[in-house]
């Protein structure tokens, strides 16, 4: 499904952190390992050039496809990892509704269902968004957490599960946040993260 120019191209080689997602400088990152906002997160690349070029190619009309592959290049790169959280199922960033019907879909949901199949997990839609947020994209870095905070909430009981979060592209992690904290509402013992993308340059 993808021709290993592409899966050069598109997969960075360098190590990120496991608490935020960062790229490490000599081994280490900045946040010291200290984020709590989730249990761990898997990133393809930083936000940039062909990577960004492609997740928005994604999400037009026609997409499903070159999703499907970025799903496949996601989970290639870190399934040693991913397998090692031992996640019960994956659960897609949720998009509200008004949003989902202007788009005409959700990259998340294509990414979510497509990780699941590679992973042979089950996908379901544990969260909902509540309320129609600002962009994330059209706010600053330091508004982004506090827009998103309280916009999910669980639409069905994970008690006792471990459950990995699909997204796209993440640039604070405001809202992996927000839908971690809507987890442990539904009971998720642990909540980790795998996406596409972070937009390095615009994070704390």
């Not at 400088?25 to 062909?50: H, K, N, P, Q, S």
């Not at 897609?92 to 497509?114: E, F």
């Amino acid at each position: 499904m993808v021709c290993d120019d592409c899966a050069g191209r598109l997969s960075e080689d360098r190590d990120r952190c496991l608490a935020c997602g960062g790229p490490l400088t000599a081994g280490e990152c900045r946040c010291g390992g200290r984020c709590r906002d989730w249990d761990g997160i898997v990133v393809l690349a930083g936000y940039d050039g062909e990577i960004r070029e492609a997740i928005l190619a994604a999400k037009r009309p026609a997409g499903d496809l070159l999703a499907a592959g970025l799903a496949r290049l996601l989970v290639a790169r870190h399934r040693e990892q991913l397998a090692a959280w031992r996640p019960d199922l994956v659960a897609p960033v949720p998009m509200h509704w008004q949003r989902r019907v202007r788009r005409g879909g959700s990259l998340a949901d294509g990414l979510a269902r497509r990780v699941a199949a590679e992973l042979r997990l089950p996908c379901h839609a544990v969260l909902r968004r509540t309320r129609a947020t600002v962009m994330q994209n059209e706010l600053e870095p330091h508004l982004r957490r506090a827009n998103v905070a309280g916009a999910f909430r669980p639409r069905r009981r994970v008690a006792g599960r471990r459950v990995l979060l699909v997204d796209d592209v993440t640039t604070t992690g405001g809202t992996l946040a927000a839908c971690r904290a809507a987890l442990a509402e539904a009971g998720a013992v642990a909540a980790y993260a795998a996406v596409a993308a972070r937009a390095d340059r615009l994070t704390r």
